[in-house]
Each structure stands twice: as structure tokens, then as C-alpha cells.
């Protein structure tokens, strides 16, 4: 086969027009082989003898899309010193634009060695040949018609996130035509964008795209990895999520996803797995990054290099401290962002990026080169703001450009509805956490709210199970957190007592309301408008099946608690004054005579410190000045609302307010009730006047 020496950049596999020029990173090799596929499945494999800046490089003409290849990477099989080249491995390319599938986990040995059940059985090599097993890398045609269609570009302080499954949000819904169903075809149809709209939701934050492997383990117990958190191919759309085929087609497929959600208004966010591989541990498969060059691609135990740091709690985890690895990183979301038009990374375990040698460090070159890339620092950037490894739980620590998951928020949020919180430490977190995001210059919109994500019980379940219901995930209930912070509502599981399904609804209206009128960035677990039900299972990530997938059989509280999520979404996009872009200060600043915020008592006067700090508290009243705002619009005109007052009763009994003195407002209208979620009747209360707040209830007035 005729080679040219090619280029070595950019990495992977480049079409032109006319071939292919293949370039791969791999400082510590001796020798690689670029083996290209026939369609049937002949291997030709050819040395790559080019080697530029530790690119091993070369160009074959006539190659072009649709063309399967791989990689075999000659080198020292040295474990103790963090080398375990094994040629007779096949390895998938880590900038492929597309792998054409699956693990055959059954077909070949993809280890580097021969299991024995010990310890170090991964000391000596083996020699099987496993081309049968490794799924191969696919050129592809990087064109596209974008048809004029540009990006949605919301505001911060406008966005409202749907956290949803690419497969799971669609692959029982009736209108979605069968063969599209859990696609990405599937989610760009009318059905699925005409339900976001109708939702009022501005992103969806798709669980991981990248393309991932299924786990041993998990395949042996018929089970898969669901969520995705698994990842082999930072640059390859996951081929399982394309209707349409597996030899390239998936880029298309996923562009054109884009692309109609675009045209629909709505952004798209990918949740990226940066943090670590499918490769696991030093007993773990050799698929990719392992056999290409271990020593570079992974964190090594300094003491040990046979072992590797695990920030994870995978097995691994990558290398961001090596350039070339750190490049890898930045190659592939600038890849998503600018030729697939991804507009936001939610980065999994983002602390495990941040740490230079051991420490999660705010100066880490990571977010240097992040801040300083014209592209990429001016998408969404949002963390997972903590790992597992010491120290890492690091909210409120990360730097100006990056929004966090706001793990304190869901906590405080939990325990002031079971009955448990602190009312001072809601009032921090429903007001934008400005104890975490003020001091380095963030805004409330640094704060992404949540109260349920894909990892822990859903709303529905998070009012029906203290206790976690993980059997199916074949671990024995030993995986998934105990921590969950919920009230079963008195019944565990399912209830048939219409007094406990009615609380059990009127809490997650509760939860709901105070998460759609916080100040910050809402994130709304998909499902949770349907009171969508696992369960009881909190750690899903294996269920691929009716337990993780939406049911869009319509039932009547599904309906009933959509139709008030649709309400609260409507409420927040048309009233500035819950999605402001500034701290709230408690004082006045523009001459309304009144505070932004007052904060007070059922007896309508204002708290004070030893309200506060009273751990018996479970109510609490809020004035919200929609005349404080503080902001312009993009034309220049002063932001100026509606005034509202927001009633908490956590107790289980009812309480009875004072709406504040006559200086805030001298008549109040009803707005909405977590007790009576269809009244609508505008009812007019006069100032200092009686209220009487039902119990694990929001009531929600809006000053005439």
C-alpha cells in the first residue's frame, strides 16, 4: 500500500478530497502500525515511519469516508514502569470521528494479558490476537449543510436546563416513529421539540454522547452501561443513539440533531467525561488510551507506576497534566463546540481535571487554557465541582466563566421540605448562593439549582423512599448513596391512601416551585414534570430498560404535576424578578423606597438573627421588589417587575401568616399554591392580613 509521509496534524484521521493523512500521539512507542479494513473485514496493516513531535504520522490516498481502521502499537510491555504496549492488541483510534460500535467482549481476550484470577496476572503479556473483539475507527466526511441556522445564544440568567437521556426520553414515546426512537433522529423530532417548547425549557443537557463501552461486568449480569459514563471516543458520537448507521452516519445524525433543536430555540449541553476511561484499573481491557501510550495518558502512581491515581472511583483516571493529553481535551470540546455547534459542558467529576499533582488547584492549566481559548470560553461551562479523591468537593470554589452544580443548594433544598433545614441556610441558597459565587466575581447564575439529577431518586421517588431499592443493579443494594435526604411521606414505596398521594404530589409541587423561583440557573431532571418513578432505584445507571426510560402513558397526576411545571416555567420566563443577574443585597439601591429582599416571620415582621439560627424553624416569608432589579435590557432600558411575596410552610401543620406593613404593597393577588395547584382565582389579600399556609406547602402573591 503506497503511504505518504502525511502530516501530524491534526491528530486522527483527516479526509481531503482525495485520502487520508492518519496521525496519532504516542510518545513512548517504538513503532505503529495503521491497519485499514476492507468490507470484508480484510486487515492490511502498514508502519507509519513518520514521527513529528511524538506524532506518528503518514497520508494514504484513495482512502476515504466510510473507511474502517485501528491501530497496533509496538513498544515495552513494562508495567513497573508504566508501560504496557502489546501489539497483538488492536486499539481504537482516540481521535476517531466515529467507531462503528460495541465491545465483543466474548469473541477475543482484550486484555493485555492472560487473566488467572490473581493479582498481578497483568505482569506478563499475552499474545491473542483480538482484532475480532475491538470495534473500529471510521473516516469520516466532516461537511455538512447548516442550512443558515445559528445558535440559540441564551443568557445565563434566561436559561432553564432539561437534564435528559438521549435513548431514554424517547424510546416509548408513541408519537416518535418506531425505527427513530432512542435516537438522536429521535430527539430532533417534531414530537420531542414540540414537548420542550411546550415545556418552556431553553437547554437539554444530554447524558453522555461521547462514545462509550459497555463494562465486563456489567455485560456478564445482561446488563449495560446506561448513563454512559464509560468513555472510549472523545470525538465519535456514541453509534448505539444513530437510526441511520454506524460508518459515519452518526456524525450526520447528531449534527442534524443539533441542528433542529437550534432551529427550536433550544440550546444542547453535553455532559463530558474527561475525568477518566473505560479502561479501568491496571487489571482493566486495553481498547485505546492504555495501549497507545500508558504512561502518558494516565495519572501513574509516582511510588508504583504499575498503579493508577484514582480520582474516580473508576479504576483510573486521565492525565491532564501532560500536554499532549491536555490537548486532547481541548481538541475534542472545541470538535463538539465548533464543527457540531454544542453550546455547554457539564464536565463530570470536574475536580479531577483541577488537580496538578494531588491538590485540586484553581490555577490548574486546565482552566488556563480554557480562558484564554476564543472559542471555548465563551460557551457554557458548567462543573461538577467535586471527585472522590481528598479535597475534592470544591463548590463555590471554581473560577469566573464557570457555572456549578450546586450540590449545597440540593441538600438545603431536601432537608427544609423533609422537615430537617436550617431556614437560613434555604434563604442563602434560593437567593443565588452568594456566599459561594459573590467574592470572585460570578453572579447568581453561577448556581445551577437542582434538587434531582440522573444520579440519586427522582422527584416523584424522593417523596415516596427513605431507603434505596438498587437490587436490580445486581450489587446486592450495595451500590448507590444512603444519603438521600428524603421523606417517604409515611409509606414506603407505593400508596394506595389518597391522603398520602395527595402530600406526596403537593411536595413534589413544593420542591418544584421553589426550584423554578430561586434565583440561578434551574436544572430540571427530565421526567420529573411526569412524576417519573424508578422505584426506588438511585443509582439507574445500568437500567436500560422501563425503569429508566420515560412513560408517556398519560396518567393524572403525570398530567396534573406537568401541567404546573408548565405554569412555574411560564411564571419565571415572564417575571425578570426570579432570574435576576445580580446578588440580592437586603437594601435599596434605586430609590424604590424598599429593600430588593425582606426577609420575614408568619407574624409578618422582619427576622432576625435568632430567627435565623433557630433549628425548630420551618417557615419563612420573602418580599421580592421587582423594582430593586438592577439590570438593563440589550437596548438599554432599566429592568423593572412585578413585586412578589413567597410563603414556606415545611411544618406539618398549618401556619398562619401576616402579609408584611402596608409600605410593601397595599393589596396582594394570589398567584399559585403548591395546595391547590389548579386555583387560579387572583383572590386579593390586603396588607398585615391573615393567610393561612396548608402544611409542606408554597403559596406564591403577586402585589396589585
Known amino acids: 500500500m503506497n503511504v505518504w509521509p502525511g502530516r501530524p496534524f491534526p491528530l ?36 507509519l515511519t513518520e514521527r513529528t513531535a511524538f506524532n506518528w504520522h503518514g497520508y494514504v490516498p484513495d482512502v476515504g469516508p466510510g473507511r474502517r481502521y485501528a491501530f497496533r502499537v509496538h513498544g515495552p510491555y513494562d508495567p513497573a514502569r508504566g508501560h504496557r504496549f502489546n501489539p ?23 486484555l493485555p494479558y492472560v487473566p488467572d484470577g490473581t493479582d498481578d496476572a497483568d505482569l506478563e503479556p499475552d499474545d491473542e490476537d483480538d482484532a475480532a473483539a475491538i470495534p473500529r475507527s471510521v473516516v469520516v466526511d466532516p461537511g455538512f449543510d447548516w442550512e443558515g441556522t445559528s445558535r440559540p445564544r441564551t443568557d445565563w440568567h434566561e436559561t432553564v436546563i432539561y437534564e435528559t437521556h438521549v435513548k431514554g426520553f424517547t424510546k416509548l414515546h408513541p408519537e416518535v416513529r418506531e425505527d427513530l426512537r432512542g435516537t438522536y433522529a429521535g430527539l430532533a423530532s417534531e414530537p420531542a421539540i414540540a414537548y420542550f417548547q411546550d415545556l418552556g425549557v431553553s437547554a437539554v443537557e444530554l447524558l453522555p454522547v461521547h462514545h462509550f463501552v459497555d463494562e465486563l461486568h456489567l455485560v456478564e449480569k445482561g446488563l449495560t ?99 499532549s493529553v491536555l490537548r486532547l481535551i481541548m481538541d ?3 470538535y463538539w463546540a465548533v464543527e457540531c455547534r454544542v453550546d455547554g459542558f457539564r464536565f463530570d467529576l470536574a475536580s479531577a481535571l483541577a488537580r496538578e499533582l494531588y491538590d485540586v488547584d484553581r490555577l490548574a492549566a486546565f482552566f488556563d487554557v480554557i480562558h484564554q481559548d476564543p472559542v471555548l470560553s465563551q460557551v457554557k461551562l458548567i462543573a461538577e465541582p467535586w471527585d472522590v479523591g481528598p479535597g475534592g468537593y470544591q463548590v463555590g470554589n471554581f473560577p469566573v466563566l464557570w457555572a456549578e452544580w450546586n450540590g449545597l443548594y440540593r441538600d438545603s433544598v431536601r432537608d427544609f421540605w423533609r422537615g430537617h433545614g436550617n431556614v437560613g441556610e434555604l434563604a442563602s441558597r434560593i437567593s443565588g448562593s452568594s456566599d459561594l459565587y459573590a467574592s470572585d466575581g460570578r453572579s447568581p447564575s453561577a448556581s445551577i439549582n437542582f434538587v434531582t439529577a440522573h444520579d440519586g431518586f427522582t422527584l416523584a421517588d424522593l417523596v415516596s423512599y427513605e431507603q434505596k431499592r438498587n437490587e436490580a443493579n445486581g450489587e446486592e443494594n450495595r451500590d448507590g448513596t444512603d444519603d438521600n435526604r428524603s421523606w417517604n411521606t409515611g409509606v414506603e414505596g407505593p400508596a394506595d391512601d389518597p391522603v398520602v398521594s395527595e402530600l406526596r404530589e403537593r411536595r413534589m409541587r413544593s420542591f418544584l416551585a421553589t426550584l423554578l423561583l430561586s434565583q440561578g440557573v434551574p436544572m430540571l431532571l427530565g421526567g420529573d414534570e411526569l ?107 432599566v429592568v423593572e417587575d412585578d413585586s412578589f411575596v413567597l410563603l414556606l410552610n415545611a411544618g406539618g401543620e398549618p401556619v398562619e401568616f401576616l402579609l408584611p406593613p402596608r409600605r410593601f404593597g397595599r393589596r396582594w393577588l394570589f398567584e399559585l399554591s403548591t395546595a391547590e395547584p389548579e386555583r387560579e382565582d387572583g383572590a386579593a389579600f390586603a396588607a398585615r392580613a391573615p393567610v393561612t399556609l396548608p402544611p409542606h406547602s408554597l403559596l406564591l402573591l403577586q402585589r396589585e
Open 332 to 334: 475534542s470540546l472545541r
Open 12 to 47: 486522527g484521521a483527516t479526509w481531503d478530497g482525495r485520502g487520508t493523512n492518519f496521525s496519532l500521539f504516542s510518545e513512548n512507542a517504538e513503532r505503529v502500525d495503521l491497519c485499514l479494513y476492507g468490507d470484508d473485514g480484510t486487515e492490511t496493516c502498514v508502519p
Open 531 to 637: 412524576a417519573r418513578t424508578q422505584h426506588g432505584n438511585n443509582n439507574a445507571y445500568c437500567q436500560d430498560n422501563e425503569v429508566s426510560w420515560f412513560d408517556w402513558e398519560p396518567g393524572e397526576r403525570s398530567e396534573r404535576t406537568r401541567a404546573f411545571t408548565k405554569r412555574l416555567l411560564a411564571l419565571r420566563r415572564e417575571h425578570p424578578v426570579f432570574r435576576r443577574t445580580r446578588f440580592l443585597a437586603g437594601a435599596e439601591t434605586l430609590g424604590s423606597g424598599l429593600p430588593d429582599v425582606w426577609w420575614f416571620r408568619p407574624d409578618g415582621r422582619r427576622m432576625t438573627q435568632r430567627d435565623w439560627r433557630s433549628p425548630d424553624a420551618r417557615t419563612l416569608g420573602v418580599f421580592l421588589n421587582g423594582q430593586e432589579i438592577g439590570t438593563r435590557t440589550p437596548t438599554g432600558e
Open 225 to 323: 452501561n446506561y448513563w454512559g459514563y464509560s468513555s472510549i471516543g472523545y470525538f465519535a458520537p456514541h453509534a448505539a443513539y444513530a437510526a441511520t448507521g454506524a460508518r459515519g452516519e452518526q456524525v450526520l445524525e447528531f449534527k442534524g440533531m443539533v441542528k433542529a433543536l437550534h432551529r427550536a430555540g433550544i440550546e444542547v449541553i453535553l455532559d463530558v467525561v474527561y475525568n477518566h476511561t473505560a479502561e479501568g484499573n491496571h487489571l482493566g481491557p486495553m481498547l485505546s488510551f492504555r495501549g497507545v501510550d500508558n504512561a502518558s495518558y494516565y495519572r501513574l502512581m509516582p511510588e508504583d507506576p504499575r498503579l493508577y491515581m484514582d480520582f474516580t472511583g473508576t479504576g483510573n483516571s486521565l492525565n491532564p497534566v501532560h500536554p
Open 88 to 110: 497483538a492488541k488492536l486499539l481504537i483510534d482516540p481521535y476517531a470521528k466515529a467507531i462503528e460500535g460495541g465491545v465483543r467482549w466474548h469473541e477475543a481476550n482484550v
